[in-house]
């Protein structure tokens, strides 16, 4: 973007497609298309010229800035007035041309305004601040600023308005209710202003004055304080509030920003709120008795508490008994009295040996241990005979050995034939009750 030269303002317009260019030359506000494809929606135009004029010289240097919904924008003439221009809309989809229409003008905003320096709007969109080579500072309402999410409501009725009305369309106010906040004192006119963002002060500054900034009350006018900074300033060229805590921001003549803040005061009332602060020192006289340790059952007078009814007290415990507590409305005196003789302290226990459980018992005991010993001496068995496997080579040996073993076995069979009958009978009884563990 070029042959735009230096800029007081700029500023994006609702849809993010354009913006609002407010030359400090001597040219005159314009809007701009930021991309050619927006161009053909965005041409770019020179905001209206107060009463039908045709000279752009009426509105060069003068700034301009949109209000909060887009829908308006506002500029200044070179003669100290204002103008207010609404957004139309011509044709529909890609055919659609914006431009802007006249609708309201303020010849003159205050007696001694020549030429307007800046135009400040509150963060609700609710308030204008109108800053002038005046020693005032003007205010306006801005009425009727509706975003376009709540304005499909009103689009017949502004169409209707737009055929009705005539070129100049003066019959929309949007800006009302002036007023003037000025200090008697000071005569230098002022250089920036801002809306607190409570919209309950206006804060102002100069910059040939001293470091001294200005509040005035919005609804009374009121000036209500004077706060003065380092003198080194030389002034304040621009001010900014912060949109949601209460903290401003000037910029001094010398190039230094400074920021002022509110000063918190410590409360002790929010932690304990019958606490009662003292500004001053002052002595405390105490009452005689204030400190004295007192018995419960007096007043602070001196007199002995009354003793409520049915009502049962420590000092009074010694002589209840437990059917007095009258904890249960069923009668428990068969299972608790305050007699010693009718307390159950204990139970006897005796326990009964089963013998005969006992005997059975012991006999599985040793049937486990029998099977225990059969299964080791099998598993040896078979350990034996892997070993005589391996160890083919010594067999002749071993079977000169195995005839004597053969001998001694045939002996000690002989002596045990009585035994060697009992012991068969119970094996094959444990082979028995392992099949049927089995099952």
């Known amino acids: 973007m070029t042959d735009i030269g230096t800029l007081n303002n700029i500023e994006f317009t609702k849809d993010f497609k354009a913006l609002l260019f407010s030359p400090a030359g001597f040219k005159a506000p314009m809007f701009r298309a930021i991309s050619k494809r927006s161009g053909t929606m965005w041409p770019d135009t020179v905001v209206p010229l107060p009463g039908g004029s045709l000279d752009e010289a009426d509105v060069h240097g003068c700034p ?149 900034v200005h509040c005035w009350n919005l609804k009374t006018l009121e000036l209500t304080r004077v706060l003065e900074g380092p003198n080194e300033a030389k002034g304040l060229i621009r001010s900014c509030y912060h949109p949601k805590r209460p903290l401003m921001i000037g910029v001094g003549a010398n190039g230094i920003m400074y920021v002022w803040a509110k000063v918190y005061e410590e409360s002790w009332t929010a932690f304990q709120p019958d606490f009662q602060e003292l500004k001053e020192n002052r002595e405390y006289i105490e009452r005689e008795d204030e400190f004295d340790i007192k018995d419960e059952e007096e007043n602070n007078d001196g007199t002995r508490k009354e003793k409520k009814p049915n009502v049962t007290y420590l000092d009074d415990a010694s002589s209840l008994t437990f059917a007095d507590l009258k904890l249960w409305d069923t009668d428990l005196s068969a299972y608790w009295t305050d007699a010693d003789e009718d307390v159950m302290h204990d139970l006897p226990v005796e326990v009964i040996v089963d013998y005969e459980l006992q005997a059975q018992m012991e006999e599985k005991k040793k049937k486990w241990e029998r099977r225990q010993a ?40 002989a002596k045990n034939e009585g035994r060697d009958g009992a012991a068969k009978m119970e094996e094959d009884d444990i082979i028995n009750d392992d099949d049927k563990e089995k099952d």
């Open 64 to 212: 301009a800035i949109l209000t909060r919904s887009g829908n308006f924008c506002v500029y200044a003439t070179t003669g100290g007035g204002l103008c207010v221009a609404r957004l139309k809309e011509d044709g529909e989809g890609a055919q659609m041309r914006r431009g802007w229409k006249l609708v309201q003008t303020i010849e003159l905003v205050a007696k001694d305004a020549k030429m307007v320096k800046r135009l400040e709007l509150s963060r609700d969109g609710k308030t204008l601040l109108v800053v002038s080579f005046s020693k005032c500072i003007v205010a306006f309402d801005v009425v009727g600023d509706v975003e376009d999410k709540k304005r499909n409501k009103e689009k017949e009725v502004l169409k209707n308005d737009d055929n009705n009305n005539d070129d100049t369309g003066l019959e929309t106010t949007v800006l009302k209710n002036r007023r003037q906040f000025e200090n008697e004192h000071s005569q230098s006119s002022w250089e920036s202003a801002c809306v607190a963002f409570d919209n309950k002060f206006v804060y102002a500054a100069s910059s040939t004055a001293s470091h001294e």
């Open 374 to 413: 059969l299964k080791a001496e099998k598993k040896k068995k078979e350990a034996e005979e892997k070993e005589t496997e391996k160890n083919g080579g010594k067999g002749k040996e071993r079977e000169d050995d195995g005839d004597e073993n053969a001998k001694k076995q045939k002996m000690d069979d």
